[in-house]
Nanobody, 120 residues
Framework: QVQLVESGGGLVQAGGSLQLSCAASGPTFSTYGMGWYRQAPGKEREFAAAISRRGSSTYYADSVKGRFTISRDNAKNTVYLRMNMLKPEDTAVYYC?????????????WGQGTQVTVSS
């Protein structure tokens, strides 16, 4: 069992930056690929970014590529999402996810989400 707790969300102006963190419980964090997903009001949850178990590989949705950076610190059981050049359309609840394989569509564990609001 892995528990994921996100933090770092908030209100930011367009063009600003935020960094989200996701702290994982348990000794098996480094065995999971990790991802960030987001869900805007009235829309389905969508993939944003993913990182492999050791952090050597990353993958991004086209909508965030070049603006968002995913990273992880296995010694701290934490995955991060650095978000730069934020746009109003980035407003969403952001969820951390643990996956057996970082590119898999199947998510083993979800966090509870953290709200990001970007004002224009």
């Amino acid at each position: 069992q892995v528990q994921l707790v996100e933090s770092g969300g908030g209100l930011v102006q367009a063009g600003g930056s935020l960094q989200l963190s996701c702290a994982a419980s348990g000794p098996t964090f480094s065995t999971y690929g990790m991802g960030w997903y987001r869900q805007a009001p009235g829309k389905e949850r969508e993939f944003a970014a993913a990182i492999s178990r050791r952090g050597s590989s990353t993958y991004y949705a086209d909508s965030v590529k070049g603006r968002f950076t995913i990273s992880r610190d296995n010694a701290k059981n934490t995955v991060y999402l650095r978000m730069n050049m934020l746009k109003p359309e980035d407003t969403a609840v952001y969820y951390c996810a643990a996956k057996n394989y970082y590119l898999s569509d199947y998510v083993d564990y979800w966090g509870q989400g953290t709200q990001v609001t970007v004002s224009s």
